[in-house]
């Protein structure tokens, strides 16, 4: 009817008003739904957070480029403005300061709980800020970065602690291990990091083997080293001993049974009851007279520190005119070249001389390299 004017408030659209007239709009609604029930409330409500988006989104820019997309911090502001709207009460004072918190509120917990790379805790967190603030006012006061004791003093929390949120501080964004490294490669951070080592668990007990070895006898050690190391056969060990491939297996068997049991122990057990044998590979060379014969016995390894000392004894033994020169090389683990060449010195000797020089009891071993090397040892 003519004459007759409405007296029904409703919220003004946001393209009559501006935001500075949202307290009016956020009073207009207060009135507007006060006799409602709350069924009928929602449409009200909604007209209102439509009318606050733009302030919403405003609140949100004031925080783009700290590392989140714009998209994102919109949603959270208008999720607190919705919950400003929600709790709204006119008797309390201005909806514009109150859901200017609200939302700052809510985009400020987006940061706090929502960007983390990994987990802090959040007490750290808070300290975190406290520290990137008292750095700024006292690297303003002065003029250059404040040390962790002073700002130990600032902040008056142990050293510790501000040392936790420095380092804790590197947690809201970590560098990926995809990231490539620089510059035209095709390498990423994550080439870069070492990898855990297997073996590493396997320390303790290669050292303890390794100071065992030394406890047991030079055949022994000789064998397993062989075997273990050189990748040698039992059939090949004893044939470079000159013993069967039973034996080499019980030697073995025997050696590796007392290492367990070594490791196991407080105090290694002493080997064969504490019996030490001798050691078959130091140079052992000695000259006997057997009437118009003379005896080189040769044992152990002849290597170039022994070769000087085969060479003068059989020197020795040429010079005095015996009817015959026998080497004996049944105690002789094995020749390098030096050992070869003294070999070959005392067989020249004798030649000039003419005194016959005979190589008997060779092992088998011993009995290839000398052949090769043209000293054709006598068949025993």
Do not use: C
């Amino acid at each position: 009817m003519f004459g007759q004017t409405s007296t029904t408030t409703t919220t003004p659209p946001p393209t009559d008003r501006g935001l500075e007239d949202l307290d009016a709009a956020a009073m207009a609604y207060a009135a507007r739904i006060a006799g409602l029930p709350p069924e009928r409330r929602g449409e009200a409500r909604d007209d209102l957070v439509r009318f606050a988006l733009p302030f919403a989104g405003r609140l949100a820019r004031r925080y783009r480029g700290r590392g989140e997309p714009l998209e994102d911090l919109e949603q959270v502001a208008r999720l607190g403005l919705v919950n400003a709207v929600d709790r709204y009460d006119p008797e309390r004072g201005s909806f514009t300061a109150y859901a200017a918190i609200t939302i700052v509120g809510e985009i400020k917990r987006h940061f706090r709980d929502r960007t983390w790379g990994v987990h802090v805790p959040r007490r750290l967190r808070d300290l975190i800020l406290e520290v990137g603030q008292a750095t700024a006012a006292l690297t303003s006061e002065l003029s250059r970065a404040p040390s962790v004791a002073e700002l130990s003093a600032r902040l008056e929390t142990p050293q510790e602690e501000i040392l936790a949120a420095l380092e804790s501080a590197a947690g809201y964004s970590p560098a990926s291990l995809n990231a490539p490294v620089g510059g035209e490669s095709s390498a990423e951070f994550g080439d870069l990091v070492g990898e855990s080592d297997n073996a590493l668990e396997s320390v303790d007990d290669r050292v303890t083997v390794s100071g065992l070895l030394h406890r047991l006898p030079w055949r022994e050690r000789r064998i397993l080293a062989m075997r273990f190391y050189g990748n040698q056969t039992q059939a090949e060990i004893a044939a470079r001993f000159g013993i069967s491939q039973m034996h080499v297996s019980r030697l073995l068997s025997r050696a590796l049974t007392w290492l367990r049991q070594a490791m196991l122990a407080d105090a290694p057990p002493p080997w064969q009851n504490g019996a030490a044998e001798p050691d078959p590979g130091k140079t052992r060379i000695s000259v006997k007279q057997n009437g118009d014969t003379v005896v080189v016995e040769v044992g152990g390894e002849i290597d170039r520190d022994g070769a000087d000392q085969l060479r003068r004894a059989m020197l020795e033994a040429v010079t005095g005119q015996p009817s015959e020169v026998v080497v004996d090389l049944v105690g002789a683990g094995g020749f390098d070249a030096g050992g070869i060449a003294a070999l070959m010195a005392g067989r020249d000797a004798a030649e000039r001389t003419g005194v016959p020089l005979r190589l008997t009891r060779v092992q088998p071993a011993v009995r290839r390299s000398l052949t090769a090397a043209g000293l054709a040892p006598a068949r025993d």
